[in-house]
Structures are given as structure tokens and as C-alpha cells.
């Protein structure tokens, strides 16, 4: 008996601590700030359960942000920025509390938005329902931007549906000898992964591309020899993987035993990876792939945020890296564009601001339509040689887009 | 109407497959017979085979199928002491539904210890022969899937010598057909159930192998796996390895075959159909397996 008595007053202790702890948190954010009061930006993060890899990934981009941004002295000139994060355990109830709390309790001045769509949506919910701005660095599916939302903006260059764009627009402007005549598509089935082959087949078919092969595979799938052998024996000019990443990999390698050689071969994310080329070695020649991250990208605050994040972390930035980095790039645009940081009219004000505006930011300038779904395309890379560069669109490329490509 | 070229290709993926899915379900349907066990981290130990294949690939540089000469005694001895220490000492009245829970808690525990020790990354092993394939009238045979097929073979051809010819092999079978008259006859079944479980799992260490081949790996694959693995011994008549060959073989086959008008998603659901047919029709397994008419 002496025992759980004992741990409920432990219980009661601990609890009792951070209440007050969380008092304090509270007054030093409410009214009357001086110019030096730091600016406290609330976030809550999966760094615990499905999401954790990502979420550690973007808490390293806000970390860096804040770090780069104080050590050139702030925003509002002086004013240090203060991470407040949370961790949601990737749980969408606990991301609703987490927010209520860092906005109503704890009297943040400005939020930000977690990873991935599935704790994005509640999360702009409370947002707008207390009129803060919301950049998130994660809700690329269509279901972010048909809500309705007035506070929401995506701080990546595209939806899904939008990745492949330069590509589509270079294929199709082809002459007609030279484009390509049919194509397969294998996409898995997931909204995200769906979403980046479908939009490149809805804008070839409409060009007149026809489409041979479509193919929808469940996540678990592991064997895709079938697959490979349906997309080889209809042997199309090129072949398009809505892929996550061992998907991808294991149906080019699948591809590749059945000697099938396309002119051209597009697949999302896996080709990104930096495992990519350690799992298939030299069989990658000329795979296209769009990314919505490079770390040769030649936009001029690339190069500090690569340098720095490799200081800070001591390793090289990843896509959700940049992304964490890119929704406080946009947020401290608005923030000195607006001249204020904190909650009630302010806030309006950066909402306002971004709508009408342009935002330079590590993965090239950004602007937004009325339900906040950023008006750009992925850059395309193409595996040359052993490395992969970016081919297209014109004024961000390294090499010239091979196309038809060579033999893998 | 698909093209003649593409069912015959189809058929001979259907195969190969069919070989691998074999060597990957023998040892469940050892487990079972020996002790009425069900092993839900066998697929777990296959990906940690797998997982030692390319790291051993990786680290120091020598061809994956090497590993097998460190990981089928490692496996042997791990099944060995994985029956006599734990599941040996389960109460035989709810054996096989405790089994469930304490190889799902190993399965758990070889997921966290790989992602722990080689993180969540997904691994392929990077092989020369990798996408190497030669042609075989008009269908095209991927190198590193004939391997797999042949590991298949041997393994399963000396499991079957071994079970039929040997006298370790006798006194296994005794115990899976009735274990009181085996001790009655004198065959000490504790000792011969060990080894017959250590068996088990040294055939997931040579299937893990010949999976790390040809697939992407990564911690929690295993779960992917099982459930397929589990229709496949059920099907082939729960214990009979034989049956359980014949029924992977029939089953990768379908599956192959149903992916060219239904797609991978219907074609995948081949397995549990066929579960739930054997289990309204035919209990005891399509082939071979009497012993499960007991149950």
C-alpha cells in the first residue's frame, strides 16, 4: 500500500511543478513586450511515433532557423526567436490539445505547422479558429487546401499533383517525331505518391500521350516481378513510378532483369534518396526524379542554409530539413514586412501580406493562390554519370536533361 | 487477352516466387508440427537474416550467400535454446495460443533491435549480378531470382532426406506424429523437439539470405510477410512440409498470374482466400498434413 500512495505524491509534485512552470511560460507572453522580448513561435511536432524520422527531420530545419536567424540578430531588429515545441506522438487529438495550449495558455506570438497532412488539418483548424497565421512545412495532399482554410500556407514549391510539371511542359513541347508515344504508369496507392504520377498523366494524355499500362500497387506490396513483366511486355517510350521508396527500387530493379529499356524513366522520392544509389549501384543512368529540395540549388539563401545547417547538425540538409527551414523563411518575411510578431491584429496582417506576396526561400521563390497551395513546380533531377543533377526548369539546371536516356 | 509472351513470363516469375515463398514457410510448418507453436517471428528472423546478409555484404565486402556459413548454425543454435528456454516451458494445455504472444513479443523485439542497430533506412544489397538475366525461349530469368530458387531446392531437398533417411530425421517425425509414443518407444522428444525447432529457424537463416537478394529490406517488413507465410502452411495441412512446398509454389503461381487482369491489389488476396476456402472445406490442408485433423 505504502507504495502507489507514494507515487501518487510524486505524481502530485511533478504535476504541481509544471503547472507553475507553465504559469510563468505564460506570463512572460502576454501583453506589454519591449523590443527585446523574444518572439516565442509555438509548434507542435511527431517526434515520437509514425512520424518521427520526418518530424526530427523538420524540428532540425526550425532549429536551424531560429539559430541562423538569432545569430544574425533576430527579426524586428533585435528580437530573438524562442522555439516552443511539443511532441503530438504523430496522435491528431494530441495535436488539437497541443496547439489549444500553445496558443490560449501559453500566449505564443506566432505557430507553425507539424509534418504530414494527417496532423496538419486539425492543427490549421485551431489556427484559424483564433485567427493566427499557419505555415506548415508537411499538407501537400489535395485535402489540406479544399477546407476552406484563409490562414494556410504550404512552405514547399508544389502540391503532389504538381511535381512533375516541368517535365510535362519539356515533353510536351517536343516535336511530334521526338515525344514520347505511350507511357506506363505503376503508382502506389497513397495519396501522395498517387498524386505525383497522376498529375504527369493527366497533363500527357491531355497533350496526347497515350497510356498504356496503369498500374496501382498496395504499400505492402515487396515482389513486383508481375508488374515489371505487364510494364515490359507493352514496351512504352517511358515509364512513370509514383514511388515512395523501396517500391521504386525494387520495381526498376525488376524492370532492369527484365531487360527493358525505356527512353525514358520518371520516379518520385526513391532516386532522391541518399541510400538510392548505395541499394542499385550504377544500373541508375538517366532516372528522372523530382525534388522539392536540392543542396546545389543556386537560390541565394541555399548556400548560407547548407553551410550552416552542416555547422550546426554536422551533416548535410534533407528535404524535410528544408522544409522545417523554408516555414520560418516565410514567416519571418511576413514578419518584417508587417513590422509586428504577436497575437490579435498582427496576425491578420501576415496573412494579408502573404497572399500578395513573393517569398525567396531555400527552395526557390514562393507565392501562394487563396487557399494557400504554393504556385510552383518540383525542380527535376536526372541521374548523370554516379550523380544526380537538376535538369530541369531551365534557370535552376546543372546539366542538360539526356533524353532518350541511356541504357541502364 | 494477354499477349503468349507475358503468361509465360508470368508463369516463370509465378515459379521462382513460388520456390522462395516454399523456403520461406518451411520452418513454420516445422514449428507447428514439432510443438503445435506458432511462430509468429519466424518472418522476423528472416529479416534479420537478411539484415546479417547485407551487412555482411556491406561491411566486409564478401558475397551475401557467405553469410549463411555463420548465420545457419547462429540460427540452429538460437532455435535450440529459443525452445528448451521459453516455449518449452509454456503449459501444454494453452501452448499454441501463449506461443502466439511470446514470438509476437520476440517478433517486436527483433524489429526495435534492428531498427536500433541499423536504423529505419531501407537496405538493398548492391550485387554485380544483381539485375543480370538471361533468356529462357523468349521470357526473361533474373540471375538472383534463380539463386533464391535454388537455395530453395537444395535446403528443401535435404530437409526432406533429412526427415526421411536419417535417424535424428525418424525420431523428429515420431514426435510430430505422437509424441507419448515416441517417448514410449524411447526417443527423448524433448531434446529431438529442440533440434527440430533449431531446424526451423536455420532454414529462415538461408530463407533470409535468399530474400536480402532481390528485396529492399527494412525493420518492419517482417509483418508483410507473415501473414502470407502463415496461409501458405495452412493450405499446404499444418506440419507437412511437402504440403506446404506444393501450396507456395500453387499460390505464388495464382498470384502471378491474377496480377495480369486483376492488378496487385486483388491479386495479393489470393492467400487468404484460399485460407478461408481450406479452412470451410478442407481443415486438415489441401496436401499432405493428416495431423491437423486432430485439431
Not at chain 1, 493562390?369 to 543533377?389: C, F, L, S
Not at chain 2, 545457419?72 to 543454435?77: D, E, K, N, S, T
Not at chain 2, 544489397?125 to 521470357?139: P, R, V, W
Request: aromatic share 10%.
Amino acid at each position: 500500500m505504502r507504495s502507489p500512495a507514494r507515487r501518487t505524491s510524486w505524481a502530485l509534485a511533478l504535476s504541481a511543478t509544471l503547472f507553475l512552470t507553465a504559469c510563468g511560460g505564460g506570463d512572460e507572453g502576454g501583453e506589454g513586450k519591449s523590443s527585446d522580448d523574444p518572439i516565442v513561435v509555438g509548434i507542435s511536432l511527431p517526434l515520437t511515433g509514425d512520424f518521427s524520422e520526418p518530424g526530427k527531420g523538420v524540428q532540425e530545419g526550425y532549429e536551424a532557423w531560429a539559430k541562423i536567424t538569432n545569430d544574425k540578430g533576430g527579426l524586428l531588429g533585435g528580437r530573438k526567436i524562442e522555439l516552443k515545441i511539443l511532441d503530438d506522438q504523430s496522435n491528431a487529438d494530441r495535436v488539437v490539445a497541443d496547439y489549444e495550449q500553445l496558443i490560449g495558455s501559453d500566449q505564443v506570438d506566432l505557430v507553425v505547422g507539424p509534418f504530414s497532412t494527417r496532423l496538419v488539418v486539425p492543427s490549421a483548424r485551431v489556427a484559424q479558429e483564433y485567427g493566427m497565421l499557419f505555415v506548415e512545412p508537411a499538407g501537400a495532399a489535395a485535402e489540406v487546401f479544399n477546407q476552406g482554410f484563409k490562414n494556410l500556407f504550404y512552405a514547399a514549391p508544389a502540391v503532389a499533383d504538381d511535381h512533375y510539371n516541368h517535365l510535362a511542359e519539356y515533353l510536351l513541347a517536343l516535336p511530334a517525331d521526338k515525344k514520347p508515344k505511350t507511357v506506363a504508369y505503376a503508382a502506389m496507392d497513397d495519396p501522395f505518391a498517387q498524386g505525383t504520377a497522376y498529375g504527369l498523366k493527366k497533363k500527357l494524355e491531355a497533350g496526347g500521350v497515350k497510356t498504356v499500362v496503369n498500374e496501382v500497387y498496395p504499400p505492402n506490396t515487396t515482389d513486383f516481378g508481375s508488374i515489371a513483366a505487364k510494364i515490359a511486355a507493352a514496351k512504352p517510350d517511358m515509364v512513370v513510378g509514383g514511388s515512395q521508396y523501396q517500391d521504386g527500387v525494387n520495381l526498376i530493379v525488376a524492370l532492369q532483369q527484365l531487360n527493358y529499356q525505356p527512353k525514358l524513366a520518371a520516379f518520385s522520392t526513391a532516386p532522391t534518396s541518399p541510400e538510392f544509389a548505395k541499394a542499385i549501384g550504377n544500373k541508375t543512368e538517366g532516372i528522372l526524379s523530382p525534388t522539392g529540395y536540392s543542396q546545389d540549388a543556386p537560390y541565394p539563401s541555399n548556400k548560407e542554409f547548407v553551410e550552416k545547417f552542416t555547422a550546426q547538425f554536422g551533416k548535410a540538409p534533407e528535404e524535410d530539413q528544408a522544409n522545417g527551414y523554408t516555414t520560418g523563411q516565410v514567416v519571418a518575411a511576413a514578419v518584417e514586412a508587417a513590422g509586428c510578431a504577436e497575437q490579435g491584429e498582427c496576425q491578420q496582417k501576415l496573412i494579408d501580406w502573404l497572399h500578395g506576396n513573393k517569398v525567396e526561400t531555400v527552395v526557390g521563390p514562393l507565392s501562394w493562390d487563396a487557399t494557400g497551395k504554393p504556385q510552383g513546380a518540383h525542380m527535376i533531377q536526372q541521374w548523370v554519370g554516379n550523380d544526380i543533377k537538376i535538369v530541369l526548369p531551365a534557370d535552376a539546371k546543372e546539366a542538360e536533361l539526356i533524353y532518350p536516356k541511356p541504357a541502364w | 487477352m494477354p499477349s503468349g509472351a507475358l503468361l509465360f513470363q508470368s508463369i516463370i516469375l509465378g515459379l521462382l516466387l513460388g520456390g522462395l515463398y516454399a523456403l520461406l514457410a518451411a520452418g513454420l510448418t516445422l514449428y507447428f508440427g514439432i510443438m503445435r507453436v506458432v511462430m509468429i517471428a519466424h518472418s522476423a528472423f528472416l529479416i534479420l537474416a537478411a539484415y546479417l546478409a547485407w551487412w555482411t555484404h556491406s561491411r566486409l565486402g564478401i558475397d551475401p550467400l557467405l553469410s549463411m556459413v555463420v548465420t545457419v548454425p547462429l540460427f540452429f543454435g538460437a532455435g535450440v535454446l529459443l525452445q528448451r528456454g521459453l516455449l518449452s516451458r509454456l503449459r501444454p494445455a494453452t501452448l499454441t495460443m501463449m506461443s502466439v504472444l511470446i514470438t509476437f513479443a520476440i517478433a517486436l523485439c527483433i524489429e526495435g533491435l534492428l531498427g536500433y542497430a541499423f536504423s529505419g533506412t531501407q537496405r538493398r544489397i548492391q550485387l554485380g549480378y544483381g539485375t543480370a538475366s538471361f533468356d529462357l525461349f523468349g521470357a526473361r530469368v533474373a540471375v538472383v531470382k534463380l539463386i533464391a530458387f535454388g537455395l530453395a531446392t537444395v535446403s528443401l531437398a535435404a530437409l526432406y532426406l533429412l526427415m526421411k533417411r536419417t535417424q535424428f530425421g525418424w525420431a523428429l517425425r515420431a514426435t510430430i506424429q505422437h509424441r507419448d509414443a515416441a517417448r514410449l518407444v524411447g526417443i527423448d522428444t524433448e531434446r529431438t523437439a529442440g533440434f527440430g525447432f533449431g531446424l526451423g529457424l536455420a532454414t529462415a537463416a538461408i530463407g533470409g539470405t535468399a530474400l536480402a537478394l532481390d528485396t529492399t529490406i527494412y525493420p518492419s517488413l517482417h509483418w508483410h510477410w507473415i501473414g502470407p507465410l502463415m496461409a501458405i502452411i495452412v493450405v499446404g495441412g499444418l506440419g507437412s512440409v511437402a504440403g506446404a512446398a506444393a501450396a507456395a509454389l500453387l499460390l505464388g503461381l495464382a498470384q502471378s498470374l491474377l496480377q495480369i487482369p486483376m492488378g496487385a491489389t486483388w491479386a495479393q488476396t489470393v492467400f487468404y482466400v484460399a485460407l478461408f476456402a481450406t479452412l470451410a472445406v478442407r481443415p486438415q490442408g489441401f496436401f499432405g498434413g493428416r495431423l491437423a485433423q486432430r485439431f
